[in-house]
């Protein structure tokens, strides 16, 4: 996690309409000079103030049209920032209004593991032929650090939003017949599960264990006295789940979904992909963010939801519908501190410095990691659904 100096004292003294009178002030002296984005997990007291708001992907494809703008304030976490940086031009300077605000699934996710992975992967795997189906495509969810993105862009791999997961691993095996998958296990299991691929052709690989605590086949030139079929088989494994979460999704249990078909079986469980398989099963509909957005807007008066994502999106649904009955689907506050660090307050002094002609706060990534993780992310943006699709 990058360290985020303190504020100076000005900032605390400010009440809430001072702050709010005070960012509208210097949004309307940046004028067209900037843009705010907004991802949808941020508090509504920050969200008010975005030009754009959305999903992972939405920001993304957003971020790419943004050429006139001269500054990106990304009201979301350091990835987004990152790709933000990756996709504008070097004239655009992407500020990220708490350094702080990181994300724990991108974070176990480190490049040295990732290439420590991809040779052992690449040796149990020796012959990339795509007959045999043995060639591993890398694919990141855009959850990752850039580092990891350009490592996929490089090994002919791509990055994928929940939104757009599918769409991306169906062109992962046009390109090779197995995918390593990071850094969310979750939404790689729950993706190729809804394709069909059963949950043994998966395979856990855990960077904390030695050769991810898989175990590689043993090579024979005798097809017949080849490797046993095990679960633990990466040669029989079609798809590679990196060992990561998201520990706001990772809140949710079976245990709830019962709790709920109990006390109410006409209430709907809608979820996001994230969250564990076991979850999914037993929710009636998953999918990202937007997905979540549209399938609420999109539904009758009277409809009762049990919603599995995080809380800000959650209460701003009960407060946009009040025609339909919205709870959390946990009974505790699924809450991203992360997200959550982005406030007023650092949104002010950003805003401030730039209006004294300072960047604070500016995410770059060197030249190199970016020309490759372009190439990972254009291929993402390549396999878009024109709607956001259900992964369940
Ligand atoms: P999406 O924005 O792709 O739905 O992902 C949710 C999330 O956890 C963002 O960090
Ligand atoms: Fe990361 Fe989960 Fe927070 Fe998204 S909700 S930023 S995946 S910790």
């Known amino acids: 996690m990058l360290f985020q100096p303190p504020l100076p004292p000005k900032y605390s003294a400010l009440t809430e309409e001072e702050m709010g009178q005070a960012i509208l002030e210097r949004k309307r002296v940046l004028g067209s000079r900037l843009v705010i984005l907004g991802h949808h997990y941020q508090q509504d007291e920050v969200i008010r103030f975005a030009d754009f708001t ?49 994300c724990s699934m991108a974070d176990m996710a480190e490049i040295e593991q990732v290439e420590e992975a991809w040779d052992f992967l690449t040796d149990a795997c020796p012959e990339p032929r795509r007959d045999c189906g043995v060639t591993v495509i890398p694919i990141t969810y855009v959850n990752s650090a850039a580092s990891i993105k350009a490592f996929c862009g490089g090994h002919g791999g791509a990055c994928c939003t929940s939104s757009n997961a599918r769409k991306v691993l169906e062109w992962a095996f046009t390109q090779g017949g197995k995918v390593m998958f990071l850094p969310d296990q979750h939404l790689g299991r729950n993706t190729a599960y809804g394709m069909g691929i059963p949950l043994d052709r998966m395979v856990i690989y855990d960077p904390k264990l030695p050769r991810g605590g898989l175990t590689a086949p043993i090579r024979t030139p005798s097809a ?45 469980i809608l979820v996001h992909p994230e969250c564990k398989w076991e979850v999914v099963q037993k929710a009636d509909l998953a999918g990202s963010t937007e997905f979540i957005i549209r399938t609420v807007r999109e539904a009758p008066p009277g409809s009762k939801w049990a919603i599995g994502t995080e809380i800000h999106l959650i209460n701003r649904l009960v407060h946009e519908h009040p025609e339909q009955s ?65 992964i369940k």
Request: overall charge neutral; some cysteine; aromatic content about 4%.
């Open 224 to 268: 017949s006295a080849g490797p046993k079929p095990s679960d633990r088989n990466v040669r029989d494994a079609k798809v590679i789940l990196w060992k990561g979460h998201c520990s706001v999704h990772g809140l949710f249990t079976e245990a709830q979904c019962d709790e709920i078909r109990r006390l109410d079986p006409e209430c709907r």
């Open 326 to 390: 919205i709870r959390s689907l946990a009974g505790i506050q699924c809450l991203c501190t992360t997200m959550y660090r982005i406030d007023m307050k650092h949104l002010l002094w950003c805003l401030d410095e730039l209006v004294a002609g300072r960047v604070v706060n500016q995410i770059h990534v060197d030249p190199q990691t970016k020309r490759l993780a372009l190439v990972a992310l254009q291929r993402m943006l390549a396999n878009v659904n024109p709607q956001p699709v259900a």
């Open 54 to 102: 959305g999903d992972s992907l939405k920001l993304s494809q957003i971020g790419a049209q943004q050429k006139d703008a001269e500054f990106i304030v990304f009201c979301g976490v350091h990835f987004m920032a990152e790709s933000a940086d990756i996709l504008t031009d070097d004239r655009v300077k992407v500020i990220l209004p708490d350094l702080s605000a990181g």
